[in-house]
């Protein structure tokens, strides 16, 4: 049996809807994100599915960005060069 990854349909691994109502309330808790009822219910549905849509759902602070803007301002500029080079490559 081939490991299983977050690329595999949550109901074709045998999940059920009573553990999707489960994780929507979890998600709720935890991230403070109400994720869409027909993405969950979607046949194929993938927990990277789920992830890109609570990343997509959070709420940016000003404190988060503010963060942001401290850690990028405090890089060197070989630091940025090597930053963009990675990005690029």
């Keep these: 049996m081939a490991p299983v990854s977050v690329w595999d349909s949550f109901f074709a691994l045998g ?3 009573l553990q999707v109502v489960q994780f929507m309330a979890r998600v709720r808790a935890g991230y403070g994100v109400e ?11 993938t927990v990277a599915q789920a992830a890109h849509a ?36």
């Design 15 to 17: 999940g059920q809807s």
């Design 35 to 45: 994720l869409p009822v027909d993405l969950l219910f979607t046949p194929g549905f």
């Design 54 to 89: 609570i990343d997509d759902a959070r709420p940016v602070s000003g404190a988060d960005i503010d963060l942001l803007i401290a850690q990028v301002g405090a890089l060197s500029d070989d630091e940025v060069a090597a930053l963009l080079a990675a990005e690029e490559a």
